[in-house]
């Protein structure tokens, strides 16, 4: 069982790179037999793997289709940074009043460079992706609020490809935005790092929704 699930993850994380990477496109079907051919597995695992993409909002199984590879929309959008404006301004200012969260911060920080390196080392890829889900994810921990946490952290699983696409068009700005926000964290200044987490959020969408050829929002709280 074990062996089936880690060779599971490992073909769900070659599939998952096939779509970052725009091997297969929005509506492209999955279909297992062909995909245990590229990858030269069983059948078996093929599923599962299909599965924890679907989780990772980058496949959808369609009626009388199967599985299909996601497109991105600006509903899709809209929808994930509305709840994460809603909720994560508020966990890292949270955080930030608590002196624990300090060490987490400075942790943060170090990521942040981390992911600053690998973006100019290989631009928008899977160890980018990685450390700026670490990031964002080391800011709100210190907030204890766990329900809220694991929402927040389904948020920024399921917008992934939409970040990819920002970084891709966009860079100076979002790392402008991420080092305000660690000061303002690191110097306990509640407010200031709830104020740039929700400007962060805010322009990221909007210019994402210029992309996705739909209107900019002009004020998400409202």
Do not use: W
């Not at 404006?85 to 624990?100: F, G, K, N, Q, Y």
């Not at 891709?168 to 402008?176: D, T, V």
Request: charged share 30%.
């Amino acid at each position: 069982m074990l062996q089936g699930r880690t060779l599971a993850a490992g073909l769900s994380a070659a599939i998952r790179n096939d779509i970052l990477t725009g091997f297969y496109k929005a509506g492209d079907p999955l279909r297992q037999e062909q995909l245990a051919e590229r990858y030269q597995v069983s059948r078996i695992p093929v599923r599962e793997a299909l599965l924890q993409l679907e989780s990772q909002g980058l496949v959808a199984v369609m009626p009388h289709r199967g599985f299909v590879v996601r497109a991105m929309s600006a509903v899709e959008l809209k929808d994930i940074y509305h709840i994460r404006m809603v909720i994560e301004p508020d966990l890292v200012a949270d955080a930030t009043r608590s002196p624990a969260a300090q060490k987490l911060f400075i942790e943060a920080k170090k990521v942040l460079d981390d992911s600053l390196k690998a973006m100019a080392d290989k631009g928008p890829s899977d160890e980018y992706s990685a450390l700026h889900q670490r990031f964002h994810g080391l800011l709100i921990e210190g907030s204890n609020r766990v329900r809220s946490i694991e929402v927040v952290k389904r948020m920024h699983t399921l917008c992934e490809r939409y970040i990819r696409l920002h970084l891709s068009l966009h860079q100076g700005r979002p790392n402008e935005e991420h080092n305000k926000i660690i000061e303002a964290c690191l110097a306990g200044d509640a407010e200031a790092a709830r104020h740039h987490v929700l400007t962060h959020l805010e322009c990221t969408m909007n210019d994402l929704l210029e992309e996705l050829d739909t209107d900019p929002v002009e004020d998400a709280r409202e």
